[in-house]
């Protein structure tokens, strides 16, 4: 749907005029660029590429790399104006190596929740093509809100909406997992590196079950999942509850099986032993 921002298999520099020489948009973009900011009373500033940024707000949480999954409200528009794509409420891009050379290096430039504006000239866009509204060789603008980057803030969102829905009363750890004891247990309480054996139902916030064992199962903490390995260390033997696992410490962007990429999965427990 919003695949205004997709980089092309090759991103050009230049088009061919109709002789075919080369056309380098580098100089005319940059003097568009610094007229816009002129005219508009815009504190920008210039990075090594060309890019163009102003920081309205530097937001207060993660800053983005290459490889992270991004959600994004923006507007994009042309120097007279013209817009050309827009998403009030924000979109989420899987990765953001997928995109355009200006939105990967320009979103770095912000945290989390943050606020502003990329200019880009088209040696960091679309270069020499047209691209839908977009004419060759174009400056293209962003007003962009950094919404969330990976998922540890939307899953946060998510796991307290499901605690409140579900009347739990679940503590949270420093790493942002969520846990319920409903039997502490009285026997020994196993550490990271000890294997132990469970039953256990995984599901989804939606009630969807994507795993599940009701016979006892060994496992080696250490091998496990990060929420799961660390979650099994707060019960002693004969303990139950529940595990509520944000991405972060499952399987992040990734999807793995019927377990989509930046998935809340969740655990009920019983640790039967500590062998």
């Known amino acids: 749907m919003k695949n205004i921002l997709?980089?092309?298999?090759?991103?050009?520099?230049?088009s061919c005029s109709k002789d075919n020489a080369p056309v380098d948009y580098t100089t005319k973009n940059d003097e568009d660029i610094q007229a816009y900011i002129a005219e508009n009373n815009l504190n920008a500033q210039k990075s090594s590429t060309g890019l163009y940024y102003v920081i309205d707000e530097q937001g207060n949480g993660e800053n983005p790399i290459a490889t992270d999954r991004v959600k994004v409200a923006y507007k994009g528009y042309l120097t007279n104006g013209t817009v050309f794509?827009?998403?009030?409420?924000?979109?989420?891009?899987?990765?953001?190596?997928n995109l355009i050379p200006g939105w990967i290096e320009g979103l770095s430039y912000f945290s989390e929740g943050g606020k502003g504006k990329l200019l880009i000239p088209a040696h960091l866009a679309y270069g020499g093509n047209n691209?839908?509204?977009?004419?060759?060789?174009?400056?293209?603008?962003?007003d962009i809100e950094l919404i969330y980057v990976n998922y540890e803030t939307e899953n946060d969102q998510e796991i307290q909406t499901y605690i409140a829905d579900n009347?739990?009363?679940?503590?949270?750890?420093?790493?942002?997992?969520?846990y319920t004891m409903d039997v502490v247990?009285?026997?020994?309480?196993?550490?990271?590196t000890d294997n132990v054996s469970i039953t256990y139902?995984?599901?989804?916030?939606?009630?969807?079950?994507?795993?599940?064992?009701?016979?006892?199962?060994?496992?080696?903490?250490?091998?496990?999942?990060?929420?799961?390995?660390?979650?099994?260390?707060?019960?002693?033997?004969?303990?139950?509850?529940?595990?509520?696992?944000?991405?972060?410490?499952?399987?992040?962007?990734?999807?793995?099986?019927?377990?989509?990429?930046?998935?809340?999965?969740?655990?009920?427990?019983?640790?039967?032993?500590?062998?």
């Open 201 to 275: 139902k995984g599901y989804f916030t939606n009630g969807n079950i994507f795993d599940e064992s009701s016979q006892s199962v060994n496992f080696d903490l250490k091998n496990l999942i990060t929420g799961f390995s660390e979650g099994i260390t707060y019960f002693k033997e004969g303990g139950s509850g529940t595990l509520i696992i944000p991405s972060h410490l499952a399987y992040g962007n990734t999807d793995v099986s019927v377990i989509p990429g930046g998935s809340v999965i969740i655990f009920d427990i019983e640790l039967l032993s500590v062998n």
């Open 185 to 192: 247990g009285e026997g020994t309480q196993p550490t990271i």
């Open 85 to 97: 794509d827009e998403s009030v409420d924000g979109f989420s891009f899987s990765s953001l190596q």
């Open 167 to 178: 009347d739990l009363v679940a503590e949270k750890t420093s790493s942002g997992l969520y």
């Open 131 to 142: 691209n839908g509204a977009i004419p060759a060789g174009s400056v293209i603008i962003f």
């Open 6 to 14: 997709i980089a092309f298999t090759l991103i050009l520099i230049t």
